[in-house]
């Protein structure tokens, strides 16, 4: 969709509305200056009402020059529509003026020879001012004289030359018409009537309507009043002359007084203020400013350059603001100073120059050449350390202490062991650690920290948990869910077989192009692998709404190119971190990503769809294939028009992210290693180049995720705009780790759990969150500087304590309650909703359960819970769940009373707090000493301090007394419970430090 | 067509509120600046981290307040606000209009019968007496039209300006722009359709805005709210207790990690819920309301109860500095079939109730700082389907507005003579909502949020204020 308030083109037909020069503006219906230089429109300046303008009928006849036009052949220049109120503002006045500055192109030209005429042919006319060899000749129908305005007014023989001159004719109201001639009265007659009679014609120009009256000669200013001008004022005008400058000439910037150059001095201006929406991609208004000949040539609406006059250039008039409404670059955009105006009349004055061979073709595409995300992957040296760092062990430890050392500041000190496990359990596999496990880290810790943390990681990243954990990151971002969304929200029974993919995928540790690959092609790969196939419900996460045939065709287009849309942008955004969907009606307006582009892109899914089927081993499952193997005639539908297939766009991938092989390539490849499936091998060509690092869309695609494992382990991406890696997206806090990492990441096989380990085993990943003592006092001067040079932490001097997303909650609450049922795989389980959050109307196929149990078949990890997109599950809901509508890179983190209410109030809350209560009074008996203690140790991998204990004890006493007095049957156990909830609502239950 | 997927040329990358996103907030926490500022904890933080907490719009605003009254499933403006007197002369006529369902009817005309009222002399039909009252309060716009011809994309847009699922509705985007005034209440309220919800519960989501925005749905009967009854094994002492032992243990860690503020804000969220319990029981329960008061809403009526204990109910939420009410109609104006049946039942049920809402805001001296819009997701077609309903049509349907800073008794937008299409002065529902944010003192192209690479807003690329029916 384009914006007219960015448009350059809107704005061309009034520039120049003179409203105050030395001319006489006094009854000015329409004034023609002749300033646009080019093109087959002349504009009418005269500020008053809607603009008259005249049509060139044919522009070769003519030629531009500065301030005039040339007839030099036949043509005719006729108002765009009849000039009704032309015509009433004269009728109304009954007075008038014709005034022109004409140079004849020689003194035999007859007929009269129409030089301004508002007539229909050549005998029905109101008014005609003409030249009859070498006389001026007027004709005005009044009701006194005949429908062809006869007798006319004609001036001595003689008065007309091939000279430039001044010629007007004015009838005032008591009918006297008077002609001057360069401000001299020369012929002066009565014409009775009155001017009720006159109809609506065109205005014209240089000939009559019928085309048989040519006047050749050049044009330099056309007017008409609805006035007869007074003698003075005719003078006036005859001596503001035939060119003068607008008024606003006044308030725009000098030319600068020097010569200047179009590459150095101009180019650069128009680069940065104007290509944005006038260059390939986004021609605004047709006006393309970076290519010489579309530069000359203007915009729909006419040139903006005049060579050798920057006044009469309309992009003077925008750029310098005279018109604070039109200004161009438009709305927030930084405006051009003047000097950088004056340069630009400089160039313009001085015949605006434009060497060949510097068009830029298209600006975004040269910006994407440069841009640092696109290029091919860099190989990195690690830095050499300059002093200062006593505290590296690893390689990223020495890219972070660079930038640290350089700044004056240091990391934080490594956090204690216990905390440093809780950690690391929550990270790595999203559940919190039994107190033996903490015990037995904080012991092996003691003898070698570098080796207990390195076997921990080792250990956790080898738990089948760990996949359970990180697949949820990937889950987000792909909008993974078990329903279809929209209004009938059918349950996708089969969708688990994706969702255990990408666990499996994870936990066996799959080279990550393998994982992408697959994810879009791997039926085109591996046609009998249940698992690869399965693996394309990577395609088919997103909601879909099918409506049959007997519906509007209208609206099932909509259906089915919204849900394209939506794969090709949540491919792009969750592997290529680029934005694509904008593209759909426009070419993106910052990257290099044209709208045809899209289509091509497009046009990989358009040959197939998803389907519920039999995988190859004869499970049920959903996924995507082709319809078979002929492709799908895609179309580049211009605005999102259904309906408009003109334009055939064959497959293709972004230009800016490909390095000299085009997707026939990759697609001839795919076709001939492929085995014999039925399908258009499209998405598998795709695949090859999406992770191919040396000619097509790897390094990108390893830049993304590496910086979202980074994201997911410090809380925040070396690059913070984790889903724009284009040209508007932040740059990475430290460009070389994130290459080093990428390189390493790629060379050796797209291993993510070699990163995991690089990271965790890092003295920057295991430094402690907190640099304040109580009130706010920095521990240190080092501490206190940290704050000030780098408040947000972005160079990784302290951790940030990170709160656990609502899946690792749920999971740790049900953990520590000894109550996690840890059965992984298979079909979802459907927890229990309350009738308040189970109100989707108008569901199709099986509704969601009203009764669904709380029992151990409902209290596996939170990864197995079935989201029906319409019915979410409230505790999750109100904890920033996202609704997997479309993708999500980054959970919320928001604080809100009504999660506290689930703390509070929930059943399944409640629930798990009895359970804990049941799990310590089974150990602990009636000691209460203990049972705190095991409390603390489970929920929070510590002891508790003896004012928690205290304050713990007294609190389990006092409900005990409470409930015994009101006679409740359990009082001992919903006392503990009392407790358990309460810990379960602490800030320590939920963030990590 | 407009674009389906909005694409940003808002220039301002992070948005000036980027900082919300960390901080959170929410139906009603408490403001944090006060207790952290008198415990002298916070030097250098911003003014505040409750991202509800009410602030100034781009402009002073006329609304304060909105209550939508949202007419699920559809009304038809020919046969209630837009009579068309060349529809009634070509009844029966063939014509080549494509319908939703497919197979329609000839040009059917109005089964109802229409006069004019008030100053403005506006048409209303038979059904809608009452409301018809307060026409010279109103502003109707009858050129509307929106993307799709089915009801959950309709619904989607005309609460999100997209008609696809996952986008911020307009309440939250008023939300986040505007804050609320009353901290104990969720500033975006829905009053749903007893009848449950098409499209569920992404009709007043918050889409990527932090949840905080998001519309609770309050029910109008029974426990108003979720999780605001207690387990039946506690009471308010047992929770009082909790909640001082938590504030103790709370303490603790706080004391081990000054400076987060994200951990006093979660603490005092937990006190909020606790008092919230009593708030939000209070204001929904209309048992203190006078019969009288029952009465003009048409609660005594069982064909009115239901829309009137809702339009009731939102009075009292705006009353009590609710930002943003939606009132779903019940059941569905959706009529296929039998069409007089239909509207004559939903206008029955809504009648009294709206026109006892717009008389008691303007009694209370409401009405001029609450805006009331009342419309559905698309309207009708002038052709007939079954015999006597008419299928969906999103080419022209109207929408009224009355209250603060609206123009009264005048009319925007004409669809054409026999009212299919909107042709004169179309509205789209970018336009509707740029002049509701304009009403409530935003600038809808300033109220961006950066998301997935770049600047979003309520209306997308496109929205014109209908300055015509400004007062």
Excluded at chain 1, 358 to 373: G, I, T
Excluded at chain 1, 535 to 562: H, M, P, Q
Aim: aromatic share 10%; glycine share 8%.
């Amino acid at each position: 969709m384009r914006t007219s308030l960015f448009c350059l083109f809107v704005l061309i037909s009034h520039v120049n509305a003179w409203s105050d020069s030395n001319r006489v503006t006094n009854g000015l219906q329409v004034l023609y200056t002749f300033d646009e230089g080019r093109g087959d429109v002349v504009h009418d300046v005269s500020g008053t009402g809607e603009p008259l303008d005249l049509a060139i009928i044919d522009a070769n006849m003519v030629q531009w020059s500065q301030g005039f036009v040339t007839l030099r052949n036949e043509t005719l220049m006729k108002s765009d529509r009849p000039a009704k109120k032309l015509r009433q503002s004269i009728v109304q006045s009954k007075e008038l003026t014709i005034e022109a500055w004409v140079k004849p192109a020689n003194d035999t030209q007859s007929g009269p020879a129409r030089i301004v005429s508002f007539s229909s042919d050549t005998s029905h006319r109101n008014i005609t001012l003409g030249q009859n060899a070498n006389a001026w000749e007027a004709r005005l129908r009044t009701t006194a004289t005949s429908e062809n305005g006869t007798p006319a007014t004609v001036t001595a023989r003689g008065t007309c030359s091939n000279e430039l001159a001044h010629i007007v004719y004015a009838r005032d109201l008591s009918g006297t018409a008077t002609m001057y001639l360069n401000s001299l009265a020369i012929v002066s007659q009565s014409v009775g009537g009155d001017l009720s009679n006159w109809d609506d014609f065109h205005l014209l120009l240089a000939n009559e309507a019928t085309g048989d009256r040519a006047w050749l000669g050049e044009l330099h200013l056309v007017a008409i009043y609805s006035r007869a001008l007074l003698p003075g004022e005719v003078k006036q005008n005859y001596e503001a002359g035939s060119d003068q400058e607008p008024p606003w000439a006044e308030s725009v910037p000098s030319p600068v007084a020097r010569t200047v150059d179009f590459v150095n001095d101009v180019q650069p201006i128009l680069r940065a203020h104007c290509f944005e929406c006038h260059s390939a991609g986004n021609e605004e208004g047709s006006l393309n400013l970076a290519i010489k000949s579309l530069a000359m040539e203007g915009g729909e609406h006419g040139p903006v350059l005049v060579r050798g006059n920057s006044l009469a250039s309309s992009i003077v008039h925008l750029v310098s603001g005279v018109e604070p409404d039109r200004m161009m670059p438009p709305e927030d955009n930084e405006p051009l100073n003047a000097e950088q105006i004056g340069i630009l009349r400089a160039w313009i004055d001085q015949g605006a120059a434009w060497p060949a061979g510097v068009d830029v073709l298209d600006p975004r595409l040269e910006k994407a050449r440069e841009h640092w995300s696109f290029q091919r992957l860099k190989k990195t040296a690690m830095p050499v350390s300059k002093g200062g760092d006593v505290w590296s062990r690893t390689s990223i430890d020495a890219f972070i202490a660079e930038k640290l050392v350089e700044n004056k500041i240091s990391v934080s000190k490594p956090l204690p062991p216990n905390a440093l496990a809780r950690r690391i359990y929550f990270d790595v596999i999203g559940l919190p650690p039994t107190p033996e496990q903490v015990d037995t880290f904080v012991s092996s810790y003691g003898e070698d920290p570098i080796q207990a943390v390195s076997s921990l990681v080792d250990q956790l990243l080898s738990s089948q948990h760990y996949g359970e954990r990180w697949a949820r990151h990937w889950l987000d971002l792909v909008r993974f869910a078990e329903s279809d969304g929209q209004e009938s929200d059918r349950d996708r029974p089969t969708a688990f077989r994706y969702r255990d993919f990408v666990i499996h995928a994870l936990n066996d540790d799959m080279p990550f192009d393998q994982f992408v690959r697959w994810q879009i092609a791997g039926d085109e790969y591996e046609p009998n692998s249940p698992v690869a196939v399965a693996a394309t419900g990577f395609l088919t996460a997103g909601t879909n709404s099918v409506l049959d045939e007997k519906f509007i065709e209208e609206e099932r287009l909509f259906n089915r190119y919204n849900e394209l849309d939506d794969v090709i942008s949540t491919l792009g955004t969750s592997m290529l971190g680029i934005t694509v969907g904008c593209a759909r009606c426009h070419d993106h307006k910052y990257d290099a990503f044209s709208a045809r582009e899209y289509y091509r892109l497009l046009s990989v899914f358009h040959s197939g769809d998803r389907k519920s089927g039999k995988l190859p081993n004869g499970e049920d499952g959903l996924f995507f294939r082709d319809f078979d193997s002929s492709v799908r005639t895609t179309w580049l539908f211009r605005r999102s028009d259904f309906f408009d297939r003109e334009l055939e766009v064959k497959m293709g991938f972004p230009s800016m992210l490909s390095a000299g092989r085009d997707a026939d390539q990759y697609w001839t490849e795919a076709k001939s290693e492929s085995q014999k499936v039925n399908s258009t091998f499209q998405r598998r060509a795709l695949a090859e180049w999406i992770t191919d690092v040396e000619f097509g869309g790897g390094p990108l695609l390893a830049r993304v995720i590496v910086n979202r494992i980074w994201q997911h382990h410090f809380g925040q991406g070396l690059v913070r705009t984790e889903n724009d890696f284009g040209v508007r997206g932040e740059l990475p806090t430290h460009p070389d780790l994130l290459e080093y990492l990428a390189n390493d990441f790629v060379a050796n096989g797209w291993q993510f759990k070699r990163l995991h380990r690089m990271i965790l085993n890092s003295a920057v990943y295991q430094q402690g969150s907190k640099r304040w003592s109580e009130r706010w006092q920095p521990y240190s001067q080092q501490d206190a500087d940290a704050m000030k040079v780098d408040p947000d932490n972005r160079l990784l001097w302290k951790m940030t304590p990170m709160r656990l997303e609502v899946e690792a909650l749920r999971d740790a609450m049900l953990s520590v309650s000894g109550a996690l049922n840890l059965q992984a795989f298979g079909p979802s389980f459907k927890p229990y909703i309350p009738p308040e959050a189970n109100l989707a109307r108008n569901i199709k196929g099986e509704n969601y359960p009203s009764d669904a149990p709380d029992n151990a078949d409902t209290r596996r990890r939170s990864v197995y819970m079935f989201h029906k997109r319409l019915v979410p599950y409230p505790l999750f809901q109100a904890f920033d769940r996202p609704d997997l509508l479309v993708g999500c890179s980054r959970r919320q983190n928001t604080t809100v009373a009504p999660q506290a209410m689930a703390m509070l109030n929930d059943r399944f809350v409640r629930d798990c707090a009895i359970d804990f209560a049941r799990h310590l009074l089974a150990d602990g008996g009636d000691n209460d000493m203990k049972l705190v203690e095991d409390s603390f140790r489970l929920a929070f991998s510590r002891r508790p301090s003896d004012l928690e204990t205290e304050a713990s004890i007294s609190f389990i006493q006092a409900q005990r007394e409470a409930r015994e007095e009101r006679d409740r049957l359990e009082a001992p156990i919903e006392a503990v419970a009392d407790y358990c909830q309460t810990l379960f609502g602490l800030n320590e239950f939920i963030y990590v430090d | 067509m407009n674009s389906p997927f909005p694409c940003g040329r808002v220039v301002q990358p992070v948005g000036r509120r980027e900082w919300l996103k960390r901080a959170g907030g929410g139906a009603g926490m408490l403001a944090l600046t006060n207790l952290l500022n008198s415990e002298r904890l916070l030097a250098d933080e911003p003014a505040s981290l409750n991202p509800m907490a009410p602030h100034d719009g781009h402009f002073p605003a006329k609304a304060k307040a909105v209550i939508w009254l949202f007419m699920e499933g559809a009304p038809s403006a020919v046969d209630m606000f837009d009579p068309k007197p060349e529809l009634t002369r070509r009844d029966g006529e063939k014509t080549d209009i494509k319908a939703f369902n497919g197979n329609p009817g000839p040009l059917m005309k109005s089964p109802f019968s229409f006069k004019q009222y008030g100053e403005c002399g506006q048409a209303v039909c038979d059904k809608y007496t009452h409301v018809a009252k307060h026409v010279d309060k109103m502003a109707f716009i009858k050129s509307c039209y929106s993307e799709s011809n089915d009801h959950v994309p309709a619904i989607y847009q005309i609460n999100s300006g997209l008609a696809r699922p996952g986008f911020p509705t307009a309440g939250a985007w008023i939300n986040y722009g505007l804050g609320t005034e009353n901290q104990d209440l969720p500033g975006y309220v829905v009053l749903g359709n007893t009848k449950g919800a098409k499209g569920g519960p992404h009709n007043w989501g918050s889409g990527f805005l932090p949840t905080s925005y998001q519309g609770t749905l309050f029910r109008s009967q029974g426990t108003p709210i979720l999780n605001l009854n207690r387990q039946p094994e506690m009471n308010e002492l047992d929770q009082r207790a909790q909640l001082d032992l938590m504030a103790k243990l709370n303490d603790e860690h706080l004391k081990r990690h000054h400076g987060e503020a994200e951990f006093v804000a979660r603490m005092q969220s937990f006190e909020l819920a606790f008092r919230m319990q009593t708030e939000a029981r209070d204001v929904v329960d209309l048992s203190k309301e006078t019969e009288q008061t029952h009465a003009m809403y048409g609660i005594n009526n069982p064909a009115s109860k239901s829309y009137g204990s809702k339009c009731l109910m939102a009075r009292r939420l705006v009353e009590s500095g609710v930002r943003f009410v939606q009132v779903y109609s019940d059941g569905e104006w959706d009529a296929h079939s039998n069409l007089a049946a239909n509207h004559t039942e939903h206008c029955e049920a809504t009648d009294v109730p709206i026109a006892g809402l717009l008389e008691d805001l303007e009694t209370r001296g409401l009405l001029d700082s609450t805006l009331v819009i009342w419309g559905g997701e698309f309207g009708r077609m002038p052709v007939s389907q079954n015999g006597n309903g008419r299928d969906h049509n999103p080419n022209g349907f109207l929408q009224w507005m009355a209250g603060a800073g609206v123009k009264g008794g005048v009319s925007y937008g004409e669809t054409d003579e026999i009212g299919y299409a909107a042709v004169e002065n179309r509205v789209s529902v970018n336009d509707l909502h740029a002049t509701l944010l304009h009403l409530l003192g935003l600038d809808h192209k300033r109220l961006t949020y950066y998301h997935n690479g770049r600047s979003f807003r309520l209306t997308d690329v496109a929205g014109n204020v209908i300055h015509e029916v400004l007062a």
